[in-house]
């Protein structure tokens, strides 16, 4: 490979990670906190489903609705902190953001 060529591949690399393709792909600050809210309100009634079910099954009324709900509440603050942690990682492995906002 030649030093050009090295030099468009890695161009090519920034520009996928750049602020302005971020913008293009159409994911807003408040579709992300939509998303955010969706994973957990999905794992809290995922857990109050299965903890109603496990109850009726074995017949131990809010013991394991409450247990099963604490745990969906677990579940669903670790999707959102997976997809906190992408989001503030891509930002992070791009160089050409910091020199762009001065520091």
Known sequence: ???????????EKRAI???????SKGKSGMSEAW?????MIAGVLVGLLMGYWI???????????VLCMILGSASGIMMMMRKVNKHS????????LDQ????
Do not use: C, Q
């Not at 990682?89 to 050409?96: Q, R, V």
């Open 17 to 23: 990670h750049s602020p302005k393709s971020a913008k």
């Open 100 to 103: 762009e906002n001065g520091t």
């Open 35 to 39: 998303d955010y809210l969706a994973d």
């Open 89 to 96: 990682t891509t930002d992070t492995l791009n160089p050409d």
């Open 55 to 65: 109850d009726i099954w074995f017949g131990t009324k809010p013991i394991m609705l």
């Open 1 to 11: 490979m030649t030093p050009e060529e090295i030099k468009r591949i890695v161009e």
